[in-house]
Structure formats: C-alpha cells, structure tokens
C-alpha cells in the first residue's frame, strides 16, 4: 500500500457514519458549505519540558484564501501559508505518522480535512522520523510517541495562537503504523509485546528485541481522555482483547490485506475483534502496508 492510498483511505475514514463520531463527518459536511476555500499551512514547535524535548511540526486549518503553491522540496503543497484560521468551535485532529515519516507524511488528506472545517496537527516524533532514526529500533520509542501526542494536543488547545477557536470537546485522532499503534495506548490499550514472537526471531539483534526477552518494557503511558474517536490505519499491534479492555471511543479501523513491516492482515483481525466496542472496519484488497 502506497503512502498516497493510505491518505486517501485516512480521508475517507475521518467521514464515518456511526454515531459516536458522527461530529467528524457533519463538521467536514458544514465546513464544507459555510467555511474554508483552502487549507491554511503553518510550521508549528511545541516548546521542550520535562516530559520531551521540542516538537517540530505543521497544522492544517480552514482558511478563506484561494490556495496557492508551497515549496517544501520535495514536496509541493496546495494551500496559503500562515493564513488566518477561519471559522469556529473547529474540531481538531491530531495525526501520527509510521516509523521515520513526518509530519507532512499524510500532508494531503491534512489539507482536505481543514479545506472541510477542521483544524489538523502533525508532528515528527523525535528519534523516529525521517531525520533521526536513532530510536526507532528501540521499545523507548513506543513509550514516548503517546506523550508526544497529549503534549501536541496540550499546545494546539492550551498555546496555539487560534486555541480560542478549537472546539476542545471534538478531538479526534488518525494514526497509521506505528501512529496506529501509538493511537491506540493514546486511547486506553495497553500492549503486550509477548504476543508478536514472529516480530523478533531468536537471532534478531534489534534493540527492541533484546529489551522484550530482559522484560525491559517501558511503562505504558496514560491515555488522553479528549480524545473522542479514533482512525487507526494499518496499525502495528501487540494487543489482545484484555489489552484492549479500556477503550472506550469509537474506532474505525484499517488493513491492507497483503501488510509488511510487521503488520499483518490476521494482526489486525486480532484487534479488531479483541475492541470491546465492534470498530467501522475496512481492508484494503491487494494492498501492501
């Protein structure tokens, strides 16, 4: 699966028809009557603290300016940057990108949501972006992406400069791999990395590996409780239903049928049927993660 057809897929999710995330898709419907004529871009940074160091980033919002052309090599945009964000009570979405993505990884499906009224933040998770790696193969990297996340939520709704027209009650979450992952313990699942023994061969030499057979495993952070629903795409997963007992928001969930990179199809099947509430659930026929 392409990472072009997994943001049309993440688009498509974000306009689901169960109730409990019924506000996702009438906020794209009325945003798309009454408010934007193009997505805004702006960078953003959420400052260092005690819980991580500095979070660079870009958000994606309603804005009443035609779109233009933004230059980000090799990357071009369509959109207005550092555009007034228009509209309010805006519903916020924040993204979390695969291992060493970006946060422009899902960039395009970032720019339709804010061209339908809502507001999109992305950051590039620190030591697993396409930057720096120096993380990546380590379970520390799991640890930290939900923080991450509750951090980028704290700035957009406590800092962003437009915070005061963020509606706090509507935020939703999409995430795709290990931002799948990291959506799910954001949400209340506390993962079991006993469960995938195919992740780590008895000869692997992956970091992450060695801290899974010394039972080294960071503490699961806490879940984000503003979170009201989630789009987990092709997620990573090491959770079983007893794992997955705590989630309580809606989900819709995604898979490719043909997976990679340790996602697989019967993974992914696990978790759908171990969510304690049924997910909106979809695969993706003759795709590859």
């Not at 207005?80 to 916020?92: E, F, S």
């Not at 992956?206 to 010394?214: A, K």
Request: aromatic share 6%.
């Amino acid at each position: 699966m392409t990472f072009s057809s997994l943001r049309r897929l993440g688009l498509r999710a974000l306009s689901p028809s169960r109730p409990g995330i019924r506000w996702l898709s009438a906020a794209a419907l009325c945003g798309a009557a009454t408010l934007a004529q193009a997505a805004g871009f702006t960078f953003i940074e959420v400052p260092a603290d005690k819980d991580g160091p500095a979070l660079r980033g870009a958000v994606w919002s309603p804005c009443s300016t035609p779109a233009g052309r933004i230059d980000l090599a090799p990357l071009v945009l369509q959109g207005t940057r550092d555009c007034a964000v228009a509209g309010q009570g805006l519903p916020l979405v924040v993204v979390s990108h695969g291992a060493g993505g970006s946060a422009l990884g899902h960039h395009d499906t970032a720019a339709t949501l804010a061209d339908a009224g809502y507001v999109v933040a992305a950051i590039n998770h620190p030591g697993d972006n396409f930057q720096d790696m120096s993380r990546q193969g380590h379970l520390s990297a799991f640890a930290t992406r939900p923080v991450d996340m509750r951090r980028l939520t704290d700035y957009m709704l406590g800092a962003w400069p437009y915070r005061a027209q963020l509606d706090a009650g509507k935020v939703g979450f999409f995430g795709y791999s290990r931002g799948g992952y990291t959506g799910l313990v954001a949400i209340g699942a506390k993962p079991d990395w006993t469960l995938r023994p195919d992740l780590c061969p008895p000869l692997s030499m992956r970091p992450l590996c060695g801290d899974i057979r010394r039972n080294e495993i960071p503490a699961t952070p806490a879940p984000d409780a503003r979170i009201k629903a989630a789009v987990i795409v092709d997620p990573l997963s090491v959770f079983d239903a007893k794992g997955l007992g705590q989630v309580g928001v809606p989900v819709q969930l995604w898979a490719s049928a043909l997976g990679g990179s340790g996602v697989t199809l019967p993974s992914v099947e696990t978790l759908r049927q171990g969510l304690p509430r049924a997910p909106d659930w979809h695969v993706a026929a003759n795709a590859e993660h």
